[in-house]
């Protein structure tokens, strides 16, 4: 079963949080963030994923530390999740329309972390979420499910679009990515012979 189980205990947050790759996109998110919970339950979703997470952070400071450590323990889950990452397809992309919105998501799950994250977020908050927070949880993500990720709004001037449109797009490639393929279901997909 590619499933994980994270807990990340530092002096910031503390979270627990359970994935399931090859679930039915059931979720139970409480983060203390709202905004946060309404996308990682869209993320689920989208993706199909089997998503726990609590988060008991310092958000009376500001939402940053759990919303990055949140994206951190995420990626965690990913590379304990894949293991070996043998018979994965590794490669996924996605253009998701959302009303005036366009975002495009392509993603290599490669060992090598990268974002390139190149959205233009008109406003500085969507409700109390700052909306800068949201390439903060791409980062911590990449970092630690060690892929590269690109995330591209071509189109949209919604700043909640633009995010839930990176989210339900990032899901949605990463879903085909990691999907198994029947016909190299015992190879790793590299000359290298390791991801």
Same mark, same amino acid.
């Given at each position: ?8 205990? %530092? ?19 409480? %983060? ?8 990682? %339950? #869209? ?7 089997? #998503?726990? &997470?609590?988060? /008991? ?6 939402? +940053? ?14 590379? @304990?999740?894949? $293991?070996?990452?043998?018979?994965? &397809?590794?490669? $996924? =992309? ?12 392509? &993603?290599?799950? =490669? ?16 409700? /109390? ?6 390439? @903060? ?8 499910? @060690?892929?590269?990720? +690109?995330?591209?709004?071509?189109? $949209?001037?919604? =700043? +909640? +679009? ?6 339900? =797009? ?10 198994? /393929?029947?016909?190299?279901? /015992? ?9």
């Amino acid at each position: 079963m590619r499933t994980s189980e994270i807990v990340r205990d %530092t002096a910031e947050t503390k979270i627990r949080l359970k994935l399931d790759l090859d679930g039915t996109g059931k979720s139970n998110i409480a %983060t203390g963030v709202g905004f946060l919970d309404h996308m990682l %339950t #869209l993320f689920a979703r989208h993706g199909r994923f089997d #998503l726990d &997470v609590t988060c /008991d952070g310092d958000t009376y400071v500001d939402f +940053h530390h759990t919303t990055e450590d949140i994206g951190i323990a995420l990626g965690m889950a990913f590379t @304990e999740a894949l $293991g070996e990452k043998r018979g994965i &397809v590794r490669y $996924g =992309s996605t253009i998701l329309p959302m009303d005036e919105t366009l975002i495009l998501s392509a &993603v290599d799950i =490669s060992g090598r972390s990268f974002l390139a994250y190149d959205c233009d977020i008109p406003t500085q908050k969507v409700g /109390d979420f700052d909306t800068e927070l949201a390439e @903060e949880f791409w980062y911590g993500f990449t970092r630690k499910a @060690e892929l590269t990720l +690109h995330i591209k709004q071509l189109a $949209g001037t919604n =700043s +909640h +679009h633009i995010i839930e449109g990176t989210f339900k =797009s990032v899901a949605r490639t990463l879903k085909d990515a990691v999907a198994i /393929d029947p016909a190299f279901a /015992d190879e790793i997909p590299s000359t290298k012979g390791v991801l």
